[in-house]
Nanobody, 126 residues
Framework: QVQLVESGGGLVQPGGSLRLSCAAS????????MGWYRHATGEERELVAR???????NYADSVKGRFTIYRDNAKNTVYLQMDSLKPEDTAVYYC????????????????????WGQGTQVTVSS
């Protein structure tokens, strides 16, 4: 339904910053909830941040106060600003265009290739 392309990853030292971009192939205004997941080697995939069309946000406890998710609807892009990066932030970061919420407020991505980007690698290391 929408094609997503992530960019902005790279190698950064601890304490540094990166801004990830998720560019969509069409307007994201109508997409209810988008966000970023990450998958570190040997770890389970986890939701990092989520943003609704109304601007509400959710963050993993591990990134609260350090990461900020925001939308630029004019550019059809969702961003993840990452500050004060730590080695444990090292992972492949994936954008998803359909993050569902169940009645217990748990978040689950739509498991369809059309709803995922290809991922961008973030490495935090000295």
């Amino acid at each position: 339904q929408v094609q997503l392309v992530e960019s902005g990853g790279g190698l950064v030292q601890p304490g540094g910053s990166l801004r990830l971009s998720c560019a969509a192939s069409r307007s994201i205004f109508s997409l209810n909830a988008m966000g970023w997941y990450r998958h570190a080697t040997g770890e389970e995939r986890e939701l990092v941040a989520r943003i609704t069309s109304g601007g509400s946000t959710n963050y993993a406890d591990s990134v609260k106060g350090r990461f900020t998710i925001y939308r630029d609807n004019a550019k059809n892009t969702v961003y993840l600003q990452m500050d004060s990066l730590k080695p444990e932030d090292t992972a492949v970061y994936y954008c998803n265009a359909g993050i569902l919420e169940d009645d217990l407020h748990r978040h689950v991505p739509v498991e369809d290739d059309d709803y995922w980007g290809q991922g961008t690698q973030v490495t935090v290391s000295s």
